[in-house]
């Protein structure tokens, strides 16, 4: 049988055995946990660092942007204008050309030779 020494020293080997094992598992898990610390810390860094680079980006696209807009505007207006030129050009025309066939008219000549071309006959 076994003495009441043999006891305790079984249950102090059993509990000092017990509390390596704790520490080893604390220490492991210590050591990850202080690992993923490090790694979120970078990665914080990094991303603050992503950060500041996407908004200096989004502040020249910005800028590209406003200038790309004003180019757009003054092509925009510049091509109604061009419009509003080619119309003014035609109503010129047709003035013109009810002014030159009134004329002929006017001057009783014939209308074989007339530069519009048109051939309106006189009643």
């Known amino acids: 049988m076994s003495s009441p020494q043999d006891e305790e020293r ?14 080893a598992v ?17 990665n914080a860094a990094s991303i603050e660092k992503q950060e500041k680079q996407v908004a200096k980006a989004t502040a020249a696209l910005t800028k590209e942007t406003a200038k790309l807009q004003k180019m ?11 419009g509003d030129l080619q119309t003014w050009a035609e109503t010129i025309e047709r003035d013109m050309l009810v002014i030159e066939e009134t004329m002929r008219l006017v001057e009783g000549k014939e209308d074989a030779n007339n530069a519009s071309g048109t051939n309106i006959t006189s009643s």
């Open 10 to 23: 079984r249950v102090a080997e059993a509990r000092a055995a017990v509390t390596a094992s704790l520490a």
């Open 26 to 42: 604390g220490s492991s898990i210590d050591n990850d946990m202080k690992t993923r610390a490090a790694d979120l810390h970078a």
């Open 72 to 82: 757009a505007d003054t092509s925009t207006k510049k091509l109604k204008e061009m």
